[in-house]
């Protein structure tokens, strides 16, 4: 029932850019997230390291682009030895990735036109990497922290900055929390949540 999602108390574990989104996500949602990383802040996630890109089937270029052909160079790209369904599923929802982030506030770089700007990268037979000027892992962080501060300051995320987890709580097969270490005391903590991701 949507109207119990106020109810229900998530646990992000790492804040990273999947972890730092998803929690973003599920607290625009509704949910309640309490987000756990061993950091500082979440701006200092590692991947604020990537730089090149990121690939999207949006066919900007005109060049025939689709799902298949990124689902086929990803496949190609990862010798084969990828899950097939999961590439397939990241081709599907590729360019609402890209929509999701410029509306965070990625500033991804643009042509005179005002259109994202890609390139071709390696591994891939058209061009479809959108990409930061050089620094695409820190503007795509940042457009996550950002849109992470936006729930924190509505009160649905609760960071829990230098806290490191040591163990899973299981309860009848389910993962219902964790067992965590602040960083600062040293004081061992327990959290409880309906879902743990």
Do not use: W
């Not at 599907?92 to 506030?105: H, K, L, P, R």
């Not at 992470?148 to 899973?168: A, C, F, S, V, W």
């Amino acid at each position: 029932n949507p109207a119990n999602k106020r109810n229900i108390d998530v646990i992000m574990v790492g804040t990273g850019l999947a972890g730092g989104s998803a929690a973003a996500t599920l607290a625009e949602l509704g949910y309640n997230v309490k987000t756990f990383c061993y950091q500082d802040s979440p701006r200092r996630a590692h991947s604020i390291a990537a730089q090149g890109g990121i690939n999207a089937a949006k066919n900007y270029q005109g060049d025939g682009d689709s799902n298949y052909r990124l689902f086929y160079d990803t496949i190609k790209g990862g010798d084969y030895r990828s899950r097939e369904a999961n590439v397939y599923r990241l081709a599907e929802v590729s360019a609402n990735i890209i929509d999701q982030c410029v509306a965070q506030g990625v500033p991804f770089a643009r042509e005179y036109g005002g259109y994202l700007d890609n390139r071709s990268f390696g591994g891939v037979l058209v061009s479809r990497t959108f990409y930061a000027k050089g620094q695409t892992g820190q503007q795509l962080l940042l457009g996550a922290y950002s849109a992470m501060n936006r729930q924190i300051n509505r009160g649905k995320i609760t960071p829990y900055n230098r806290h490191e987890m040591l163990d899973l709580v299981i309860v009848d097969g389910k993962a219902r929390g964790i067992i965590a270490r602040d960083l600062v005391t040293g004081e061992i903590e327990r959290h409880s949540a309906h879902a743990v991701v």
